[in-house]
């Protein structure tokens, strides 16, 4: 069973640019949420994918868009940066309709810096 | 607008003594509470959790008490190790998604 696998691993782009990052779901999920981790914040949500449509939103402008895949793999893309969207964005897979709670198992993260 | 309160924002324990980590929230629709560790460069791992039926779980070391009608929680880890030596972060589960507090540094001197 492989875990949560998140790429690039850094990525530095200038403002105004467009970024597109990645996530491998856990072997089994199929649900996938994205967060936010400023310097020395705790995560915030900004969205989660089940079945390959959006399935909750947090506080975040439209210009965070992201896709799930059939496999269950995601992509977040990020347009027009700004300085300050530099942070760790986090993905975190969980098997929903399976009864119980859906925990949530992170990636290891991508650290986007904004130049 | 705030809805998980985590505190202390930092914790020097020395190796031996009890970690006592705090978190206060607000939105009743929360229905289950999980701890998270997190070291330089990594991404959260699940520690334990609790669901607001009960008042205690106890893992190892590491043991949650759930207050349902204070709307508190806390963490508390026994015999600190230098290993321990991390970000925690309490976190709220409500219609699929986590609230997170803004984490507490811990170090465990030896």
């Known amino acids: 069973e492989t875990g949560v696998t998140q790429s690039p691993t850094h990525l530095i782009k200038t403002r105004g640019q467009q970024v597109t990052l990645r996530c491998s779901s856990q072997?089994?999920?199929?649900?996938v949420s994205w967060y936010q981790q400023a310097l020395g914040q705790g995560p915030q949500f900004i969205f989660q994918?089940?079945?390959?449509?959006?399935?909750g939103r947090g506080n975040f402008p439209p210009r965070f868009s992201g896709l799930q895949f059939p496999n269950y793999s995601s992509e977040l893309n990020v347009n027009a940066l700004e300085l300050d969207d530099s942070a760790l964005y986090l993905c975190?897979?969980?098997?929903?309709?399976?009864?119980?709670?859906?925990?949530?198992?992170f990636g290891p993260g991508t650290r986007l810096t904004v130049l | 607008q705030q809805q998980v309160k985590q505190s202390p924002q930092s914790l020097i324990v020395q190796k031996g003594g009890i970690s006592i980590i705090n978190c206060a929230y607000e939105n009743t629709a929360f229905d289950y509470f999980p701890w998270y560790q997190q070291f330089p460069g990594k991404g959260p791992a699940l520690l334990i959790a609790i669901r607001p039926d009960v008042s205690e779980k106890k893992e190892g070391r590491f043991t949650i008490s759930f207050n349902k009608s204070a709307k508190q929680f806390s963490l508390h880890i026994m015999d600190s190790q230098p290993g321990d030596s991390a970000t925690y972060f309490c976190?709220?589960?409500?219609?699929?998604?986590?609230?997170f507090g803004k984490g507490t540094m811990l170090l465990v001197s030896p």
């Open positions: 994918y089940y079945r390959e449509e959006e399935n």
């Open positions: 976190a709220a589960l409500g219609y699929s998604t986590l609230t």
């Open positions: 975190a897979s969980s098997l929903a309709g399976a009864g119980g709670y859906n925990e949530q198992f």
């Open positions: 072997s089994g999920h199929n649900t």
